[in-house]
């Protein structure tokens, strides 16, 4: 192709509690006037930074410019649950075990791992901000606890360590009565995600990468000898783009008719007081994943993460054109009340300070979209619901294949196949949107 253009640019709904609780950010630089750089990076994700990071160690010379729509972390980045996973976590499964090589999967994930810690401590990254403390699946029902064991089972036999818990170990855990038991795993890392993408933009900076936010890229074509970025207020010529949008590739054209366009929904509590901390017991962090993929996901945090507060995530919608609705996010936070009250009938009826929709994008044979697009285009896209971990193997991925490199991270997202065609519309709307009904359903007490 001659060119790309942006038919759409990312829309947010609700704040990104986890940037919010974090105060202010220093002021942005925004790219004005015309510019040339070596490599231009679209995103400024979990993907993009790191593609940029692994830029800076394949050419150190290298002039690299970071182009981000918002503020870093203000995106998809800030939206999620904050768990960057080790093991197999497959969303379209019943106890998250792959379909594939899970032994691989949990080697790349921990090459993700391994980068994201190398970055904490090169960039004096807060501590706080990643915390390799594991994480649990809750199981309420015998079908959750079921699921929990299969996966165990999976585990084991993979040489993975896991830890049965019982309902006691759970409410010491969460200072919540509602779980039967729960499957510890020791490898997760918990992010506070916004504090982690801004100190790893920060990092950046003070090595020389160009960092520019609220500087969406409307459009690049190719010109002599290379590529012309455009922005509503500049320009940058550069000889290789990057793009790390996730399901935004779609909007340059990209995949098209080949993504599915998802919203997760999540609430966060105000700061807890002390007497209701004394309340409510239990550990100040943990994080929770439901057995059922469609059930619920907790985390409790404290002030070296942002405050002493708790998060709840569920509720998914389809939406192809990528903007969540208001009554989305309204459905959401009143099944997200009810899914708070009954954990913690203590602290029933509690208002939340915070309610967001998170853009998070999958494809149908759960492949992602990390490759070279044409000459001097590279995509580390299509993250399945995984981008913490997923974000930073396709934003590595791609800065490799940039720079010519060879490696089991680009060995294994080049050999994938290509993202299925989806259904067409309306029927891809209406049925998927059905079937995360019919889920949420059954899986509604997890």
């Known amino acids: 192709m001659t060119g790309y253009r942006a038919a759409r640019l990312p829309v947010h709904r609700g704040k990104a ?3 919010a609780i974090l105060g202010p950010q220093p002021e942005p630089q925004q790219l004005t006037g015309n510019h040339s750089a070596d ?69 790349l994930n921990r090459q993700a791992i391994c980068f994201a810690r190398e970055a904490v401590a090169e960039y004096r990254i807060d501590r706080n901000y990643f915390d390799e403390v ?3 699946n809750g199981a309420v029902g015998d079908a959750a606890l079921a699921h929990s ?52 933009g920060a990092g950046l900076a003070g090595t020389g990468v160009g960092i520019f936010e609220n500087s969406a890229v409307t459009g690049f074509e190719k010109q002599s000898g290379g590529w012309l970025v455009r922005t509503d207020k500049g320009t940058v010529t550069t000889g290789r783009v990057i793009v790390t949008v996730n399901g935004h590739l779609e909007s340059f054209g990209i ?52 405050g002493n507060r708790i998060v709840t995530r569920t509720c998914a919608s389809l939406r192809p054109d990528m903007v969540s609705k208001q009554t989305d996010l309204n459905r959401a936070v009143s099944v997200m009340q009810r899914k708070f009250d009954q954990r913690f009938p203590q602290l029933a009826g509690m208002a939340m300070e915070y309610a967001w929709a998170g853009h998070l994008c999958l494809s149908l044979n759960g492949v992602s979209v990390a490759r070279e697009i044409e000459d001097g285009v590279y995509s580390g896209c299509v993250q399945n619901g995984l981008g913490t971990a997923r974000g ?55």
């Open 255 to 306: 995949a098209r008719g080949q993504l599915m366009q998802l919203f997760l929904f999540a609430v966060m509590t105000p700061e807890l007081p002390a007497d209701i901390l004394r309340t409510l017991g239990g550990q100040p962090r943990w994080g929770i994943t439901p057995s059922d993929p469609m059930g619920t996901t907790m985390r409790r945090i404290d002030t070296g993460q942002g």
């Open 392 to 446: 930073t193997l396709t934003g590595i991925c791609a800065a490799e294949l940039a720079c010519e490199e060879v490696s089991d991270i680009t060995r294994h997202f080049t050999s994938e196949e290509r993202p299925t065609r989806l259904p067409p519309q309306p029927f891809r709307q209406i049925g998927a949107n059905a079937l995360l009904r019919w889920k949420e359903w059954r899986a509604r007490n997890e």
């Open 134 to 136: 594991g994480k649990v």
């Open 39 to 107: 490599f231009v990076i679209i995103g400024g994700g979990f993907a993009g930074l790191s593609a940029a990071r692994r830029l800076t160690q394949l050419q150190p010379s290298a002039r690299i410019a970071v182009l981000e729509a918002g503020r870093l972390a203000e995106g998809a980045a800030g939206r999620n649950s904050g768990f960057m996973i080790d093991l197999p976590h497959e969303l379209t499964s019943d106890d998250y075990a792959g379909h594939g090589d899970d032994r691989k999967i949990i080697a």
């Open 17 to 19: 509690a986890w940037n």
């Open 149 to 200: 064991q299969s996966y165990a089972s999976h585990l084991t036999s993979l040489g993975e360590q896991v830890e049965m818990l019982d309902a006691q170990q759970m409410r010491d855990l969460s200072g919540c009565a509602y779980y039967k038991a729960g499957l510890y795993t020791p490898g997760t890392v918990m992010l506070q995600p916004a504090g982690y993408i801004r100190g790893l």
